[in-house]
């Protein structure tokens, strides 16, 4: 199982793989960050597609197909604003983490990317989101059948591949 789960540094919107997951808000019409960042590569047709799906609640999960991304599919969750913590800040992001995967595999999909969702705009504390993460993937993909081959944690940054390293090391 351990070996499913690695991280890497890099854009998300290059990733090679079935899906990528887009760390978005409540209106699914885009936005800025990683969310602005995936529209803008995989073109006007993802954007018509969201506007079908009428927007998506805090730490659930809509799917859309990729266009123009090299990934088939575009995994649309919607993380917590941080706000201290005491507002079912964990809770709701461990959601987006396994109702991500849920959908994943409903659709056949054998590897993933996820980014630092919430850790951007959405002010959640980095290290934390990240033990959370990798305790969520771990306890959700060693729980179930699940046909997965690969979930990669993308870090943007040299800090957040810092931060995931030590998740995972841990
Ligand atoms: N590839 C991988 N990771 C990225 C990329 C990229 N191309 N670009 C940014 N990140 P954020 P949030 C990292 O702010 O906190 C949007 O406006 C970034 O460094 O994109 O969930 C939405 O529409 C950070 O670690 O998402 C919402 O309104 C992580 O992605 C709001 O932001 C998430 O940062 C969501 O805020």
């Given at each position: 199982m351990e070996d499913l789960l690695r991280c890497v540094q890099g854009d998300i919107t290059s990733m090679e793989v079935d899906a990528i997951v887009n760390a978005a808000?409540?209106?699914?019409l885009g936005g800025g960050g990683v969310d602005g960042a995936i529209h803008q590569a995989a073109g006007p047709g993802l954007l018509a597609a969201c506007r079908l799906l009428g927007g998506c609640p805090t730490g659930e999960a809509r799917l859309t197909d990729g266009y123009l991304?090299?990934?088939r599919y575009v995994i649309h969750t919607v993380g917590p604003v941080w706000q201290?913590?005491?507002?079912?800040e964990p809770e709701l992001l461990a959601a987006c983490y396994r109702n991500s995967l849920e959908l994943a595999v409903s659709r056949g999909v054998a590897s993933i990317a996820f980014p630092a969702?919430?850790?951007?705009?959405?002010?959640?504390p980095l290290e934390a989101a990240c033990i959370l993460a990798v305790g969520e993937l771990r306890a959700w993909l060693s729980g179930r059948p699940h046909g997965l081959r690969e979930v990669r944690l993308v870090a943007f940054d040299a800090r957040a591949l810092d931060a995931y390293r030590r998740a995972i090391e841990a």
């Amino acid at each position: 199982m351990e070996d499913l789960l690695r991280c890497v540094q890099g854009d998300i919107t290059s990733m090679e793989v079935d899906a990528i997951v887009n760390a978005a808000n409540n209106s699914l019409l885009g936005g800025g960050g990683v969310d602005g960042a995936i529209h803008q590569a995989a073109g006007p047709g993802l954007l018509a597609a969201c506007r079908l799906l009428g927007g998506c609640p805090t730490g659930e999960a809509r799917l859309t197909d990729g266009y123009l991304l090299p990934a088939r599919y575009v995994i649309h969750t919607v993380g917590p604003v941080w706000q201290g913590g005491g507002e079912g800040e964990p809770e709701l992001l461990a959601a987006c983490y396994r109702n991500s995967l849920e959908l994943a595999v409903s659709r056949g999909v054998a590897s993933i990317a996820f980014p630092a969702i919430s850790c951007g705009v959405y002010g959640y504390p980095l290290e934390a989101a990240c033990i959370l993460a990798v305790g969520e993937l771990r306890a959700w993909l060693s729980g179930r059948p699940h046909g997965l081959r690969e979930v990669r944690l993308v870090a943007f940054d040299a800090r957040a591949l810092d931060a995931y390293r030590r998740a995972i090391e841990a």
